[in-house]
């Protein structure tokens, strides 16, 4: 049973994540995100449903559109995976509150599919635009406050947030912009009511070591120049993801490193 809705988890997550594709590719364009049919960018012809089958339609179609045969961007298939992949972790990590809890726990468990959802559309869209739209980041500040409230640490959580939206402000002012947008100290401020203390420590810690090793590896294989621009809306919300699932068991780590030593 528990194999079978690992399995359900996961479809669905593929799913979401091709929805996502759909807000990060039409978001400021003018379309309608849900009363527009998806079609091919080339040749604009509509896609049929066996073409919208998240990951398995591109394997089919070899990466290339049924109708012109123009290349499809790698993007839906690696988003639809990580859709589908952080959906099946975060069942493995909550399967006992869905299985066993109340009202309030079902409740909480969808706030944090949904949260999860939105941070990757929001990092997707910054990873492609350099930016974080208002809908994304107020979107994940409402659903983390909701999920804080239902956790009954509301209040404490509302100051790791806000530590944490000061800490990337402060970036953003000193710089005039240059080292860290001010969507960036937007979406921490989500992050750490979402997280609370101390595991916003640890997203923001990790966002940072991934982002240098991202940067140095791309550096040193050209792709990067020194004065490129490299959004960290992603890297932040990796470290967030990362956080969430692992961080407890990190600080457990290092606590008992120090007493260690």
């Known amino acids: 049973m528990d194999i079978f809705w690992s399995a359900v988890v996961f479809l669905f997550g593929l799913v979401v994540g091709s929805f996502i594709n759909v807000v990060v590719l039409r978001l ?11 079609r091919c960018f080339s040749c604009s012809k509509r896609l049929g449903a066996g073409e919208l089958i998240p990951v398995l339609s591109f394997i089919i179609q070899r990466g290339r559109c049924r109708h012109c045969g123009s290349s499809i961007s790698f993007q839906y298939p690696v988003v639809e995976s990580l859709s ?27 706030l944090v599919f949904l949260f999860f959802a939105v941070l990757l559309a929001a990092a997707v869209y910054d990873a492609r635009n350099k930016m974080l739209p208002d809908i994304f980041t107020a979107t994940l500040t409402a659903s983390a ?12 959580d509302m ?11 402060l970036f953003w002012f ?31 810690l990790l966002g940072f070591w991934i982002g ?45 490193l120090i007493d260690f030593t």
């Open 28 to 38: 400021n364009t003018g379309e309608s995100i849900i009363f527009t049919f998806s």
């Open 159 to 169: 100051l790791a947030g806000l530590g944490a939206f000061l800490f990337f402000a």
């Open 212 to 256: 240098a090793i991202w940067g140095i590896l791309f550096l040193l294989l050209g792709k990067y120049g020194r004065k490129t621009q490299i959004p960290f809306g992603p890297f932040l919300a990796t470290g967030a993801f990362l956080a969430f699932l692992l961080g407890k068991d990190m600080i457990a780590w290092y606590n008992h």
């Open 84 to 110: 589908g992949l952080l959906f099946f972790l975060i069942f493995l990590k909550l399967g006992y509150d869905i299985a066993g809890g109340g009202v309030f726990s079902i409740i909480s468990s969808a």
């Open 145 to 156: 406050a909701v999920y804080s409230l239902l956790g009954g640490v509301f209040f404490y």
């Open 174 to 204: 000193v710089s005039g912009g240059k080292w860290m947008g001010f969507g960036d100290a937007k979406l921490a401020f989500g992050l750490g009511i979402f997280l609370g203390w101390p595991l916003v420590i640890v997203a923001v």
